[in-house]
């Protein structure tokens, strides 16, 4: 038996390239509509085609009966690299972004739906690369695994098996995977499509409204505009409220809805948790400005609540230069940052089931504490968590904020100051887009040292893939038999 199978795992990326191909190729429109140069686009697809054509040929053979878990590992991981890496083409081909790092870093924040960008005038783009940068997020919100859902069982692979590797607490769907395939895509293209109407019945042309629909459904926050949502109205900011708030919400619970089956909703604690921690941190926040600020009590309200969500589902869309907020204000939203939403949504940090594990476990602690011979049990949905799985998420738990702890001295090493350091690498973990200090609301990344970008866009990923999917790679027992 082989610990990995390479040809296995060329093919898996071959089938990869694809995607990201027809992801240029759904830029060549604009360009046309907007008379702007199409060879960036044409000649990514060309490049990459070409490489998917390589990976296919040397694969051909490969035998997908042997499919493991160390090849989902590395096929997961490898992919989101790749993709991120070819991401940069169009960037460099049109010289927009004609520096690799920092096209790496543009490219990197698109496809984990990070939305940070190095950018200093957006506006000045051309559509057609606007209109990519929007696009990178939402193929990389849905995932490039969930969509191979709908692909690998013609490999006669399991699609749901790497799916699953980047969300460790994805509830288990039963039904066929090409049904799960389906619904799953159903819903973020309904959700898309919903909100692209509601926003174009505002403010917003019908650019802007798919461009920004593409950043809150896959919780990426890449605006088309240099302020981001401040210049647009009260109608269009509450829209993109509620769509960042189900956008945060788990596809398993839309899986449910769709299938009409209410009491797998009603069993969901996480859904209620997550909305219950939405209320209060949105109502703190308002009661802070009202505090704090000449805001009326409605522009408060809206404020609060549009930048509470948009941070707990790390989307990054901001209403209001935040960063200007008391300290009370600027602290909540960091602590936030480490919130994240739902599991099984396209949104990141740590994720709501995992708080409230965690929660539970302190509950049981202080249970034992005045009953030292009760058995105390952590039930999650309805259903007995295992000590493995409770003993996985703690540790996952304490690895990120070990991670953040890690990442924020290295950063700070490179010259950067601790607060801007420290928030960069909370929302570059977590996907969140702009942080506070010099890469608040307002300002961007392209000020930091070389090196910290090359920090940032790998914690990108890394909190993408939820960490543990990229450190098992790491581990002796992943190279051993």
């Not at 969509?147 to 006669?156: E, G, N, Q, V, W």
């Not at 945060?248 to 797998?264: D, E, R």
């Not at 420290?422 to 942080?435: E, H, K, L």
Request: hydrophobic share 50%; net charge positive.
């Amino acid at each position: 038996m082989k610990l990995i199978n390479p040809l296995l795992i060329l093919r898996i990326l071959s089938t990869i390239l694809l995607i990201e191909t027809f992801t240029f190729l759904l830029c060549l429109p604009v360009s046309l509509i907007y008379n702007e140069p199409y060879s960036p686009f044409l000649l990514s697809a060309g490049i990459t085609i070409l490489l998917s054509g390589i990976f296919y040929l040397i694969s051909r053979k490969a035998d997908f009966t042997k499919f493991n878990n160390r090849d989902g590992y590395l096929s997961v991981t490898i992919a989101w690299l790749v993709f991120s890496l070819l991401g940069t083409l169009p960037y460099l081909i049109s010289a927009t972004i004609p520096d690799f790092i920092n096209a790496f870093f543009e490219s990197t924040s698109g496809f984990s739906t990070t939305g940070s960008s190095i950018l200093m005038d957006v506006e000045s783009l051309p559509y057609s690369v606007l209109f990519y940068r929007s696009l990178t997020q939402w193929v990389g919100g849905i995932g490039i695994i969930a969509l191979l859902i709908l692909i690998l069982p013609s490999l006669k692979v399991s699609g749901y098996q790497l799916f699953n590797l980047e969300s460790s607490l994805t509830e288990k769907f039963h039904p066929k995977t090409n049904a799960i395939g389906f619904r799953i895509l159903f819903v973020y293209l309904g959700l898309t499509l919903a909100e692209i109407i509601l926003l174009k019945l505002g403010d917003m042309n019908l650019f802007d409204s798919i461009c920004h629909s593409f950043g809150t459904v896959a919780t990426g926050g890449f605006s088309t505009k240099n302020t981001n949502l401040i210049s647009f109205s009260s109608y269009t900011q509450y829209v993109v409220l509620l769509f960042m708030f189900l956008a945060g919400t788990s596809q398993v619970t839309f899986y449910y809805l769709v299938k009409i089956n209410i009491k797998k909703v009603r069993q969901n604690e996480e859904w209620f948790f997550y909305t219950a921690v939405v209320i209060i941190s949105g109502s703190l926040a308002t009661i802070i400005l009202l505090l704090n600020t000449t805001y009326p009590f409605e522009q408060a309200f809206r404020h609060g609540f549009f930048q509470v969500i948009s941070i707990m589902s790390s989307t990054g869309y901001y209403s209001t230069n935040f960063g200007l907020w008391t300290t009370a204000g600027t602290l909540l939203l960091f602590l936030l940052m480490f919130s994240g939403g739902s599991t099984g949504s396209s949104s990141g940090g740590i994720r709501m089931a995992r708080h409230l594990i965690v929660l539970k476990n302190i509950k049981n602690a202080f249970l034992r504490l005045n009953h030292p011979k009760s058995i105390s049990i952590i039930r999650l949905n309805g259903k007995v968590l295992g000590e493995t799985t409770n003993i996985s998420i703690i540790s996952f738990v304490v690895l990120y904020l070990f991670i953040f702890v890690l990442g924020t001295i290295f950063i700070v090493m490179t010259g950067v100051d601790p607060i801007t350091a420290s928030t960069s690498v909370a929302t570059c973990m977590a996907g969140i887009g702009p942080g506070l200090g010099t890469v608040g609301p307002l300002c961007n990344f392209g000020h930091l040292p070389e090196l910290s970008k090359i920090i940032l866009s790998l914690l990108m990923i890394l909190g993408r893939l939820e960490i543990i999917t990229v450190f098992t790679i790491f581990t002796n027992s992943f190279w051993r038999l």
